[in-house]
């Protein structure tokens, strides 16, 4: 049982580049997020999703796209990378939306 | 707005030692609450939540946390601190809205233990 997979587990981007973040769960949750990581600042949500085809936004969603297609998969897409990018970001799911399973995050920074 | 206020960035104790981390929270109905535990390098793990009832919580790894409503506070508490208690600790809230908990997060406590 592997619960949230994230990859790559660290990646760098010149600015402008774009790239997805991978998230799968093995768990059967409906219930998907992602959120960023910042010095100082907790974790931000960025997008969430009640279920396959349900998506919406969070606290920061600018310049961040996401599609849930699966129950299984939900991955965040990163349209034109900026140095404000720079972060830790985590997916989380949940089978009733109530406390959520982490994956170990995803380091990215933007040149 | 909801929002999350610990306001202990930094915490060092001795193990052993008693520990408190404090949580205080900006909500305009009955809360969700939460801590979660981030190891170096890893993700999140839930400690313990409180969504109702008794205002005594317990959790994992011997952590507990009390709600005091009239405080608006949620603070998490373990009587005796091993070294492998060294981490960073959040507190959540989350609002229920469209049955779905949009946690909201604190800054975060990071704890130091002296051997």
């Known amino acids: 049982n592997a619960g949230v997979t994230q990859t790559p587990k660290f990646q760098v981007l010149k600015t402008g580049q774009s790239m997805t973040l991978q998230c799968a769960q093995d768990?059967?949750?409906?219930?998907m997020s992602w959120y960023r990581q910042d010095p100082g600042m907790g974790l931000r949500l960025i997008h969430y999703?009640?279920?396959?085809?349900?998506?919406d936004q969070g606290e920061v969603p600018n310049g961040y796209n996401v599609s849930r297609s699966t129950t299984e998969d939900f991955p965040l897409r990163l349209l034109s990378a900026a140095p404000s990018q720079t972060s830790v970001y985590f997916c989380?799911?949940?089978?009733?939306?109530?406390?959520?399973?982490f994956g170990s995050g995803t380091r990215l920074t933007v040149v | 707005a909801q929002s999350v206020t610990q306001p202990d960035i930094h915490i060092t104790v001795s193990e052993g030692a008693s520990l408190e981390l404090r949580c205080n929270y900006s909500?305009?109905?009955?809360?969700?609450l939460f801590w979660y535990v981030q190891s170096p390098g890893q993700g999140l793990q839930l400690l313990l939540k409180?969504?109702?009832?008794?205002?005594l919580v317990q959790g994992i790894k011997g952590f507990e946390a009390e709600f005091k409503r009239s405080q608006s506070s949620f603070n998490l508490r373990k009587p005796s601190v091993h070294w492998s208690d060294a981490a960073e600790y959040f507190c959540?809230?989350?609002?229920?809205?469209?049955?779905?908990?949009?946690?909201?997060f604190g800054a975060g406590t990071r704890l130091a233990v002296h051997p």
């Open positions: 999703s009640v279920g396959a085809g349900i998506t």
């Open positions: 959540a809230v989350g609002p229920f809205s469209g049955g779905y908990n949009k946690l909201i």
């Open positions: 768990m059967n949750h409906e219930y």
């Open positions: 989380a799911s949940s089978l009733t939306g109530d406390g959520y399973t």
């Open positions: 909500y305009g109905a009955t809360p969700y």
């Open positions: 409180y969504f109702s009832g008794d205002t």
